[in-house]
């Protein structure tokens, strides 16, 4: 099992870096968005739907870039706790892995439930671009899914190779 997750790592760590990348692109485009709203506002005209289209960029900004972020160790993590687990740590780190793996399963199911009702009764959204619904939160199911892969992953690695694959210096920067 041990070969098997290590053979993974190298996928593993480009699906998480496609997904920051992914998560920077919609940053990308909420810039392009705002920058033209208002350079249409200054120009007398309006963009009908910009706003919602905003804020389904920030929605799936939000959401593809959670695996990148635990992978880089920017999410807020229980090292206090751990730390005073002394040489129990590795079993306090298994069941945060455990319990978060569990939670991002259980996000990614329910994420991927409601996005194919919206699909089934053609959900439309409230705004001004009457888009279907269940098109913007395929980010959302995509970015759930990843982060449940990468919990699972790092858990996988906890238990079978001995450590998790966060990168240590991000947790120790930011202990200081």
Not at 21 to 29: A, D, Q, R, V
Not at 77 to 89: A, F, Q, T
Not at 93 to 118: D, L, N, P, R
Request: proline share 3%.
């Amino acid at each position: 099992m041990k070969n098997l997750v290590l053979s993974m790592r190298p996928w593993l760590d480009r699906l998480y870096l496609a997904s920051g990348i992914g998560g920077s692109l919609f940053l990308i485009m909420i810039l392009l968005l705002i920058t033209a709203q208002m350079l249409a506002r200054w120009g007398g005209a309006i963009i009908t739907g910009a706003p919602d289209y905003t804020g389904y960029c920030m929605a799936a900004a939000s959401f593809l870039a959670l695996p990148y972020a635990l992978n880089r160790g920017a999410h807020i993590r229980v090292s206090l706790l751990l730390g005073v687990l002394g040489r129990y740590r590795r079993y306090g780190e298994i069941w945060c892995f455990a319990v978060g793996s569990y939670f991002a399963c259980f996000f990614a199911y329910y994420a991927i439930k409601s996005t194919h009702e919206s699909y089934r009764f053609n959900d439309i959204s409230q705004g001004q671009d009457a888009s279907p619904i269940w098109i913007p939160q395929i980010a959302m199911c995509i970015g759930t899914v990843i982060l449940a892969v990468a919990f699972i992953d790092h858990l996988m690695s906890l238990l079978f190779v001995g450590d998790h694959n966060i990168e240590e210096e991000a947790l120790d920067a930011n202990a200081e």
